[in-house]
């Protein structure tokens, strides 16, 4: 017989379960929702949850589990987390925390967390003040601690009990990564005491819970004295000098890849590195002061917007109408074996979506086929994937040179060479060869979708989805739709490409569409740049210290130079003057130079870059193609390095806010995912919308006038941003 002591008349999100077997089944389970979440009673019911432990003399032990069926904890609710405005409160708020999580690790009678599914964050965090912790082996069961990147850190005690029982380095690495930790790694870093199949966790579990209860010692890697004492005494053993060592040269490491504009993993180092020197009490108290400065922070707060809107996507059908709903997709085909269309084959069928791949002959269908095996292969070499997956992921992939076994497709995505006359071609086949209302989706780069469709015969089927390369490691997908487009085919591309694990905006058909044409004007401000006298280098360096993971003129010799020489033409004919470059990018394209591609453009590649050590060298000789002096030794920049940073981002801020006056995008939302996701604008800025919120419309404006001043009609402000300037309007309220 079992009995429920949870004496309240609403639901409770922890109760507990008096077994007859001594053990107390505590069940996490927050009433309503899908996942469990710490919420701001998360304290007061484990405090009472513990009280009816100690108080019931039945119970020798207890496990705590969850009551959702895949997931433990899935860490603080972020609702919350975005309601605390003051330090002060904050503090409180993890100070409680740290209260409720003490009496958990506290009790005498010994609590097993038993757990399948994630537990991140604060899961993690309970998991870890329990006794001992048992995994299923399921795929599903992760640990982590991923508020690093939602620009927090853990803040109940977390860091230091898993530095206690796994060590500093592992403690370091899982802080300052937010990656998971798998079940194997848990068990090898003494953080599980056993990893079993799912059907038997509970019972597993509550025999170890029994066991500790009379006095068994954990049958893991490391010895475990009660938790805070293990602490304290862990936090003493450690060599002074080692450490110092490790803390550098994690420092280090940080310094040079957040560029000193994410705070949290600094903070995070603060904690261990107070727990590792002075002890588990005092690094507490560095831990709540850092957590609540990072939580009311300006970074932490554009970083959880970005979560909430990939969140808010991954809901989002892409069409205004509820009632649309996506059609079934079953079989894609992908037209164009090469770097793109092999790519997409593979995000498809990694997905558990079966794949006819076709080009133009057998060679170029080994090769495409070969691209996705490779890959799947790195996996398997990798242990990421068991070779079993691999294969029956392979299995879902067929090559072809000519129609045959395409009428099955759902959609067929075409990704052949960037030509009009091409797209129209094969747009004509598969009108010929396959179902009637098969959809027809281009990876065009550059060419308006509506143009492709102007010669179909079911316009309503033809959509553009745009992805990005390397296509497996991209997240964003961009679906353009025409006003012909029937909204159920935007709603399949955009369920289509969730299902293949990509974010998802939806943009109105252009030139350039949503991404490529913010980035035209941006990379085009730095090629001005350079014709006025700024080193190659010097602009790189520039808006890499701004935050972009690379500089517009490496990206330039990445995208190529001949490709941005041959859509720059078509970009100024669309928008006019805005988008007009120097020529500069015409004499580098005459001298032979097409960038990354062929060896050959603003930076060296190949023999001539190894011959100069590691680094990026700028191909001096450059300089003389586009008739410049060679800056020399003591060169110094024309201009300071933040009027180099604002001239380009504010076309790009510029150009997105005239896209989304024009309607190509359907929210500021949107707009700030595509620039982070697609182009790499920087996260901790929370993309150009947001950015402009920072500044202000106002001061935007205003900046953008005194460019315009100066540099003429290449700076005309978005209509959008007038009308806002003008009524003090914000983009997010
Ligand atoms: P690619 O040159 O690597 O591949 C194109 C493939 O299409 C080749 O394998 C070629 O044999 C094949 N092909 C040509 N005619 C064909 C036909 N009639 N039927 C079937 N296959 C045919 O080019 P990539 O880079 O994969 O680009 C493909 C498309 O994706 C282009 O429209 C490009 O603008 C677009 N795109 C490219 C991106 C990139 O970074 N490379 C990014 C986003 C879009």
């Known amino acids: 017989m079992t009995q429920t002591t949870t004496t309240a008349d609403s639901p409770r999100a922890i109760r507990l ?10 069940t996490f389970d927050v009433p309503g929702a899908s996942q469990n979440t710490l919420r701001p009673d998360f304290g007061a019911d484990l405090a009472r949850v513990c009280d009816e432990l100690e108080r019931n003399p039945e119970l020798r032990a207890a ?5 959702k069926p895949d997931g433990f904890v899935a860490g603080a609710d972020l609702d919350m987390l975005k309601g605390l405005t003051s330090v002060d409160a904050a503090r409180q708020m993890v100070e409680a925390g740290h209260r409720a999580l003490d009496r958990l690790a506290g009790l005498a009678k010994p609590v097993v967390a038993a757990i399948h599914g994630a537990a991140l964050g604060g899961g993690f965090e309970i998991a870890l003040a329990c006794r001992a912790r048992v995994l299923s082996s399921s795929k599903k069961t992760v640990l982590g601690f991923p508020e690093v990147r939602l620009g927090l850190l853990p803040g109940l005690n977390g860091l230091q009990r898993l530095a206690a029982l796994a060590g500093l380095q592992v403690a370091l690495d899982h802080g300052l990564t937010g990656k998971n930790m798998s079940p194997d790694k848990a068990r090898r870093f003494g953080v599980a005491a056993d990893v079993v199949p799912e059907p038997i966790l509970v019972r597993v579990a509550s025999e170890l819970a029994l066991a500790l209860a009379e006095g068994a010692a954990l049958s893991q890697p490391r010895k475990s004295p009660p938790p805070v004492e293990r602490l304290k005494t862990l936090a003493l053993e450690k060599n002074p000098l080692g450490r110092r060592v490790v803390f550098r040269q994690a420092r280090a490491a940080v310094k040079k890849s957040t560029g000193g504009r994410y705070p949290a993993p600094g903070r995070i180092l603060d904690v261990l590195e107070t727990f590792a020197k002075k002890g588990f009490e005092a690094s507490r108290a560095v831990e709540a002061e850092a957590f609540a400065e990072l939580v009311t922070g300006d970074v932490s707060a554009r970083l ?5 809107a990939t969140t808010a996507l991954k809901k989002d059908t892409g069409v205004d109408d509820p009632s649309v709903a996506p059609r079934e997709v079953r079989k894609v085909g ?4 090469g770097l793109m269309g092999a790519g997409i084959a593979y995000v498809s069928i990694d997905n558990g979506i079966a794949v006819r ?3 133009r002959d057998a060679a170029s269908v080994a090769r495409g086929l070969r691209q996705v095996t490779t890959l799947l292969d790195e996996r398997v070499k990798k242990k990421r994937l068991g070779q079993g997956e691999r294969d029956q992921k392979l299995a879902l992939l067929s090559g072809t040179s000519d129609y045959s076994g395409m009428r099955q497709a759902d959609v067929v995505v075409e990704a052949v060479f960037e030509d009009l006359a091409l797209k129209h071609r094969v747009l004509a086949e598969v009108e010929a060869s396959c179902r009637e209302d098969v959809i027809f989706a281009s990876n065009t780069s550059s060419l308006p979708i509506g143009q492709i469709a102007a010669r179909a015969r079911r316009p309503e089927n033809v959509v553009g ?12 997908l961009e679906v353009i739709t025409t006003e012909r487009t029937a909204p159920e085919v935007v709603a399949t591309a955009v369920a289509l490409g969730k299902r293949q694990g990509k974010t998802v905006i939806v943009v109105r058909d252009g030139v350039g569409f949503y991404t490529s044409r913010i980035l035209g004007p941006y990379m085009n401000e730095a090629a001005w740049l350079l014709t006025e006298g700024c080193s190659v280098d010097g602009i790189d360096r520039a808006l890499v210290a701004w935050g972009w993971p690379v500089g517009p003129l490496t990206l330039l010799d990445e995208v190529g130079i001949d490709v941005a020489a041959h859509v720059g033409p078509i970009m100024v004919g669309a928008f006019g003057e805005r988008m007009q470059p120097p020529a500069t990018v015409q004499k ?6 097409k960038g990354r591609k062929n060896d050959k453009g603003l930076y060296l590649y190949g023999a001539a870059a190894k011959e100069l050590g590691r680094g990026k060298h ?4 450059v300089y003389g193609v586009l008739g410049l002096p060679v800056p020399g030794r003591r060169h110094k920049e024309p201009y300071p390095v933040e009027e180099i940073q604002r001239r380009c981002v504010l076309q790009f801020v510029n150009e997105a806010l005239h896209c989304h006056g024009e309607g190509v995008l359907r929210s500021a939302r949107d707009g700030d995912i595509g620039a982070v996701f697609g182009l790499g604008f920087p996260p901790f800025l929370g993309g150009p919308f947001r950015y402009a919120d920072t500044l202000g419309a106002a001061t935007l404006l205003g900046q953008i006038e005194a460019l315009a001043e100066r540099h003429g009609k290449r700076w005309s402000p978005a209509p959008l941003l007038v009308e806002m300037a003008k009524g003090h309007r914000r983009f997010y309220g």
Request: net charge negative; no cysteine.
């Open 63 to 67: 496990v705590l589990v969850s009551g």
């Open 465 to 476: 989805m745009h992805y990005f390369s390397p296509v497996h490691k991209m997240p964003l």
């Open 304 to 308: 959880v917007g970005i979560f909430f």
């Open 334 to 337: 992908v037209l164009g074996a």
């Open 17 to 26: 379960e008096a077994r007859p077997d001594g053990v107390g089944l505590v």
């Open 357 to 359: 791949l076709k080009d």
């Open 588 to 593: 580098l394209v005459e001298d032979g130079r």
């Open 618 to 621: 700028v191909d001096a000789t």
